[in-house]
């Protein structure tokens, strides 16, 4: 044992050696290359030259970087001018979108998804895929909500190491987006969003933080919009103190396309690298007669950038260092060096496989969830149904060039009526009808509710397909509507006449199953006493629809858990209630301050319709023996049985909340600080374990404005979601 011990010590401390000399010789590297260039090749690799390449030195054997959307799929090509190319092979694996994986609660198909993202983007010929996004999800309003994971910081920090390791792996940067609190739409390019300090740190960074210090991310971009009045990409307290500074972030920071304003606050408050000030140049009212005549620029647009031929000047006329490009540049040959951008070493990837489709398949079918499921209404009996009535436009309508730049053009998409066709072939009669149009400002459309409940009339059972929508014609940028960049939705009432259409198919057959599309909660209010089935599928893929037809028949027991609370009305939400959303004056206060999601519901004691972390199984999960005990440095390790004592194989997601019981400063209800995924056959026992490190009971203190160690007693909660908790125990830290 003893030798084995001395002989793992010595591995490891020759591994560290190892990686730290090749650390050290890639700085060494990197400084020879840097006093080789010239001042103008150190500024072209700081700005872009294309939409979404940067410069490169090609003397030097130093390539151009290749930037690509997005979070859930790599984007279709398109040249300078922004217009999709034709003839392309650009058609690849459209992953379900952020939601959907943090639905998920599995950190295991985080990475296995950063994986898939990250080969299908090393064939694509990229160097750095422009995801996660990790804003939390503030208010249900937010047009890209879809995009993201949680309103819970420790759910979105767990899901996107996973995420970002397994991009990374594949030898490309991931880069986590949008720094920072970037929590609306509306307005995203103007307003200045201001928060406590504590807010900032307990909620709205640790994701990214997170990020940094356990994923290793090589690249972060700042966010459109200001905080604390100054300009997200260029912050020097967020960007300069915080990322790189307390972080020791070492990647580089990017702007959002066209988010840098300033050249002096470029250089000097941390941005790496300026992306997208075409699209502000390309459509500012400045012509560029009138541009020439007054600062004699370049004909090229790219050396109108703020990064460009201004900072050359400004270096040369002294009032920049030349250092402060140095650095620049030295952030982006670390990610160069850490892609093997420069000694050529890279994988070739792989596109639309088999596995990415499986894969895409297998976040689908774990990311639905059944949030209600009356009497065991569902699943659904292949041989006892003759004829089913599938209703809505949603149901046949593909989603994967919606939503703005985060946009796919699948290699396929099954849509939830596809998805029931191929799962039910011919054995079933499928009947279907539109129900709604999705359509700008449209409202019930009687007949299409008519032929709808006379489909519903004549079939064994009902799959009504609604929810929300990417937007009207994808082609077009400025048509997006609902889920979808550069908006928010108006309200959380389902629109084109929807709550009608429900309520009239659930009168006439109440053997019906509600399945809602979209990036976030609708209120159910006025039909939802008399819904037996409703299954949240979020955006789900290009196998959405077969994973969907997949749980409403059985096959795949849904084990899905909200990662957002569904309140029952937007008042309730507290960014509406306490906050300004989207803001006033160009100012969004962020007066909830920590009470985001179910931190407020549950200090507060408003029930919403659908809990944090609510998500049915067909089977039924028992927990008992929760066991706590101390480990070395202040560690505490928390195990616990759960049994499947149901009849079919499921999935469950345990989950871990903190309650600190009194202290000098208000801590919300609960706090999410563990969980698990576990798998258990009919009938199986499982020993679940966590350790809760000593960061599990800090807080960030108001008084002191840093963290401390937040002691005395402490309820531990453990549960099938944030308001079904099965065990507790009391503790004392
Ligand atoms: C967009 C988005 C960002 C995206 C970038 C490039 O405006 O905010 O998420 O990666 O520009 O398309």
Redesign the pocket.
């Known amino acids: 044992m003893e030798l084995t011990l001395k002989h793992l010590c010595l591995c490891f401390m020759v591994s560290v050696f190892f990686v730290s000399a090749q650390a050290q010789h890639i700085e060494k590297e990197i400084n020879q290359l840097i006093d080789k260039m010239t001042l103008e090749e150190k500024v072209g690799m700081i700005h872009a030259n294309s939409?979404?390449t940067s410069g490169g030195v090609e003397r030097l054997g130093i390539p151009e970087m290749v930037?690509s959307?997005?979070?859930h799929g790599v984007?279709p090509e398109h040249g300078r001018d922004w217009v999709l190319d034709e003839g392309v092979d650009d058609a690849g694996t459209y992953l379900p979108t952020g939601l959907s994986l943090a639905s998920t609660w599995n950190k295991r198909l985080g990475y296995q998804y950063g994986a898939v993202l990250g080969s299908e983007a090393r064939y694509r010929g990229k160097d750095v895929i422009?995801?996660p996004?990790v804003n939390i999800i503030r208010s249900p309003l937010n047009g890209?909500n879809f995009?993201y994971l949680s309103e819970d910081p420790y759910l979105t920090a767990q899901m996107a190491i996973g995420y970002i390791k397994g991009v990374q792996d594949q030898g490309i940067a991931a880069?986590v987006?949008?720094y920072a609190a970037?929590n609306e739409e509306i307005d995203?390019g103007t307003v200045d969003v201001r928060m406590s300090e504590r807010a900032l740190r307990e909620i709205y960074l640790p994701a990214f933080k997170a990020a940094v210090e356990d994923a290793n991310v090589y690249a972060v971009?700042g966010?459109?919009n200001k905080f604390r009045g100054q300009y997200a990409t260029h912050h020097e307290y967020l960007v300069n103190k915080i990322l790189k500074g307390e972080w020791g972030f070492k990647g580089l920071l990017m702007s959002?396309?066209?988010?840098v304003h300033d050249t002096k606050e470029a250089l000097l408050f941390g941005t790496d690298l300026e992306?997208?000030t075409d699209?502000v140049l390309m459509y500012s009212s400045v012509s560029q007669t009138e541009a020439n005549a007054t600062e004699k620029l370049s004909s090229n647009l790219y050396d109108r950038f703020f990064l460009a031929d201004t900072a050359i000047k400004m270096v040369r006329n002294g009032s920049i260092p030349v250092e402060v490009i140095d650095d620049k540049v030295r952030r982006i040959l670390r990610v160069m060096y850490q892609t093997q951008m420069i000694d050529g070493k890279r994988n070739n990837g792989e596109y639309n496989t088999k596995e990415h489709q499986q894969l895409a398949l297998k976040v689908a079918e774990e990311s639905i969830v059944l949030l209600k499921n009356e009497n065991q209404f569902l699943p659904l009996k292949k041989k006892e149904i003759k004829t089913i009535a599938v209703i809505g436009e949603n149901a046949s309508r593909e989603n994967a060039m919606g939503g703005?730049?985060?946009q796919v053009k699948a290699k396929y998409e099954i849509t939830p009526l596809a998805g029931l066709k191929n799962y039910l072939g011919d054995a079933v009669n499928i009947t279907y009808t539109r129900g709604y149009k999705i359509e700008r400002d449209i409202t019930a459309d009687a007949g299409l509710i008519a032929e709808a409940v006379e489909a519903a009339k004549n079939a064994d059972a009902v799959v009504l397909v609604g929810g929300w929508t990417h937007g009207y014609d994808y082609s077009k940028w400025n048509d997006n509507a609902y889920d979808a960049?550069?908006t928010d939705k108006p309200d959380m009432i389902l629109p084109f006449g929807q709550n009608e259409l429900i309520s009239e198919v659930l009168k006439a057959n109440p053997n019906t199953v509600l399945v809602f599309i979209g990036g976030g909660p609708v209120e159910m209010h006025s039909w939802i006493a008399n819904a037996k089935s409703i299954i949240q599928a979020w955006y789900p893929g290009m196998e959405g629809g077969n994973a969907l037809a997949k749980i409403i028949f059985g096959e795949v027991n849904p084990s899905g858990k909200l990662p957002m609370t569904f309140p029952k009305k937007l008042e309730d939400s507290p960014a509406h209630k306490l906050g300004d959303f989207p803001g006033k004056n160009g100012v969004a206060n962020y007066n909830e301050d920590i009470y985001v999601g179910y931190r407020y519901f549950d200090t507060q004691k408003i029930d919403p319709e659908f809990a944090f972390g609510h998500g049915l199984s067909y089977t039924n999960f028992s927990y008992k023996k929760l066991m706590v005990s101390e480990l070395a440095n202040n560690e505490l390790k928390v195990s616990l049985k759960v049994k499947n004592t149901g009849k079919e194989d499921g999935a469950e997601i345990v989950q871990l909340y903190l309650h600190h019981q009194y202290h000098k400063e208000d801590r919300p209800e609960k706090e999410l600080k563990a969980f698990d995924k576990i798998y258990l056959k009919a009938g199986e026992e499982k020993l679940v374990e966590f350790i809760l490190p000593e960061s599990s009971f800090q807080f960030f203190s108001t008084d002191a404005n840093k963290w401390e160690m937040g002691s005395g007693n402490y309820n531990l909660l453990v549960g099938s979601s944030s308001r079904a908790i099965k065990l507790q125990r009391q503790i004392l830290r």
């Open positions: 939409s979404f930037s959307d997005g979070p984007r422009l995801g996004g890209r995009e880069c987006k949008h970037n995203r971009m966010s459109y959002d396309w066209g988010s992306m997208g699209l703005g730049s985060s960049e550069g």
